[in-house]
Nanobody, 112 residues
Framework: VQLVESGGGSVQPGGSLRLSCSAS????????VGWFRQAPGTEREWVAT????????HYAATVKGRFTISRDNAKNTVYLQMNSLQSEDTALYSC???????WGQGTQVTVS
């Protein structure tokens, strides 16, 4: 299994970005995916999770109402739409799957 994130970049406060997490190595779409972030000098923070069968989602309180996680099973891709970005959202964002056994390399988001 391989996870590859993309879509990071620099944006001004109040701006938006959409991150992508492309998965390969799965034979179907029955895997849970989570987004995490880590700012320099801090612990890794869970951001959001999306479940396979129901498509149900859960969010950290710090991003609820601003971020939306979704998935396109045909493309084996999970997205994280981030709106109303704030400087506190600056971090390396990574996706993980299958009980967080698999991780991508991360994509940097900078809000300034």
């Amino acid at each position: 299994v391989q996870l590859v994130e993309s879509g990071g970049g620099s944006v001004q406060p109040g701006g938006s970005l959409r991150l992508s997490c492309s998965a390969s190595g799965y034979t179907d779409s029955s895997y849970t995916v989570g987004w995490f972030r880590q700012a320099p000098g801090t612990e890794r923070e869970w951001v959001a999770t999306i479940y396979p069968q129901t498509g149900s989602t859960h969010y950290a309180a710090t991003v609820k109402g601003r971020f939306t996680i979704s998935r396109d099973n045909a493309k084996n891709t999970v997205y994280l739409q981030m709106n109303s970005l704030q400087s506190e959202d600056t971090a390396l964002y990574s996706c993980a799957s299958d009980g967080w056994d698999y991780w991508g390399q991360g994509t940097q988001v900078t809000v300034s």
